[in-house]
């Protein structure tokens, strides 16, 4: 699977997430369960199995089955917010609290 490179997530994975896997995916009748604009659910079939909620809950609650496509905008944008709160809080870290000297 690409882009795995420098994530701990596989080991964080229960030992019989694949039986897990199997099990999501036949609840879900192996369609992707994503919604468009109208709140029709995606025709794709589903390869993937999500996380509804970030976070090591394995729960069948949580966890839902997404066409790979899907599944990449999701993952996607959920990197793109912890990036920008990363930077965000960089930026904080060395954010001047007093004026500079030469504005006095």
Known sequence: MPNWEGSDRRSRLPADWP???LRV???DAGQC???NEAGARCTEVATDVDHIKPGDDHSMGNLRALCSW???QKSGAEGAAAKAARRRALE?????TERHPGLL
């Not at 904080?92 to 001047?96: L, W």
């Open 19 to 21: 039986k897990i896997r």
């Open 25 to 27: 995916l036949r609840r």
């Open 33 to 35: 369960t994503a919604l």
């Open 70 to 72: 899907h599944h990449r």
């Open 92 to 96: 904080k870290k060395f954010r001047r």
